[in-house]
Nanobody, 125 residues
């Protein structure tokens, strides 16, 4: 049972990236999915989440209007489309099967949540 986050890399300010969160050995669509990020010297930030059935989403103010979370049941994968990225988006990005509170964001309180290893996103010219 694992999640594999991928799609990170070096991107210029104003550019785009799509992060993927692929699940193996379990059905991802049974769970809400959250995306978190952690920049050096900063606390982990829950930036987006999507409900298990798909239509309900949450975005932190820091990414609202720029990032889009989605999921594909057939591919057993969740995505985070990152548009108009800025240097402050530089961080390691993680996905996890966590609760999705539509007011407060992803809730990393379940000890049985599955976490991906993270993918590095660096925004620099």
């Amino acid at each position: 049972v694992q999640l594999q986050a991928s799609g990170g890399g070096l991107v210029q300010p104003g550019g785009s990236l799509r992060l993927s969160c692929a699940a193996s050995e379990f059905t991802l669509s049974h769970y809400p999915v959250g995306w978190f990020r952690q920049a050096p010297g900063r606390e982990r930030e829950g930036i987006s989440c999507i409900s298990a059935d798909g239509p309900n989403t949450y975005y932190a103010d820091s990414v609202k209007g720029r990032f889009i979370i989605s999921r594909d049941k057939i591919k057993n994968t969740a995505y985070l489309q990152m548009n108009n990225v800025q240097p402050e988006d530089t961080a390691i990005y993680y996905c996890a099967t966590v609760g999705c509170n539509l007011k407060y964001g992803p809730e990393a309180v379940d000890p049985h949540s599955v976490w991906g290893h993270g993918t590095q996103v660096t925004v620099s010219s």
